[in-house]
């Protein structure tokens, strides 16, 4: 199931949120559920909210050795569509 993320449509009205949806909170729902539309504790309206993704970043482009120690095989192009191995 995936984990959806809400924050109430006022977060910084304390007459229309409550300090759970102000600040917003995680709900794993099935897929095939709609979206909340109020807040479970306060009954106050809600919105899902988009998150972030997280992604991995390479910092520094693999060296040759880099790749032989991770498992890979390196080319080296010798003439027109012929490799060898290094």
């Known amino acids: 199931m995936p ?5 109430s449509q006022h977060p910084d009205d304390p007459e ?3 300090r ?3 600040r917003g909170f995680e709900l ?4 095939d559920r709609e979206a909340l539309e109020s807040c479970p504790l306060c009954k106050h309206p809600v ?3 988009i998150s972030q993704v997280s992604t ?5 482009p693999f060296s040759t050795v ?3 120690k991770a498992g890979f095989t390196v080319l ?7 490799y060898e191995r290094q």
């Open 3 to 7: 984990l959806y993320e809400y924050i």
């Open 16 to 18: 229309r949120s409550c």
């Open 20 to 22: 759970i949806c102000a």
């Open 28 to 31: 794993r729902r099935p897929v």
């Open 47 to 49: 919105r899902k909210v």
């Open 56 to 60: 991995p970043r390479v910092v520094k």
């Open 66 to 68: 880099d790749a032989k």
């Open 76 to 82: 080296e192009k010798r003439d027109e569509g012929v």
